[in-house]
Nanobody, 122 residues
């Protein structure tokens, strides 16, 4: 499975971004999808995940209420809408695919995109 993340950029605090992740796999709907992020000097951390059919979602406490993960299996894509962005949201955001839904650990995901940079200025 090849994943291509996009949609990052420079935004002011309080602004919004919508990240997208396009998959090459025909059987995209087999995979739970997740978003992770990694800030400079920090470990990669979980942001959000969505089940194969999109009926279950989970969020990190740090983004809960500000982020919405969604997917379109027909388009083989997953999205992360981020609102009320804060400088501490600055990171490279990665999308990932795995077979187990509801997992928060990076090791549970088998395929990773290349990442898209999100920078939030204060």
């Amino acid at each position: 499975v090849q994943l291509q993340a996009s949609g990052g950029g420079l935004v002011q605090a309080g602004g919004s971004l919508r990240l997208s992740c396009a998959a090459s796999e025909r059987t995209f709907s087999r995979y739970a999808m997740g978003w992770f992020r990694q800030a400079p000097g920090k470990e990669r951390e979980f942001v959000a995940t969505i089940s194969q059919r999109g009926d279950s979602t989970y969020y990190a406490d740090s983004v809960k209420g500000r982020a919405t993960i969604s997917r379109d299996n027909a388009k083989k894509a997953v999205y992360l809408q981020m609102n009320s962005l804060k400088p501490e949201d600055t990171a490279v955001y990665f999308c990932a695919a795995g077979l187990l839904p509801g997992t928060f650990t990076s090791g549970a995901y088998d395929y990773w995109g290349q990442g898209t940079q999100v920078t939030v200025s204060s």
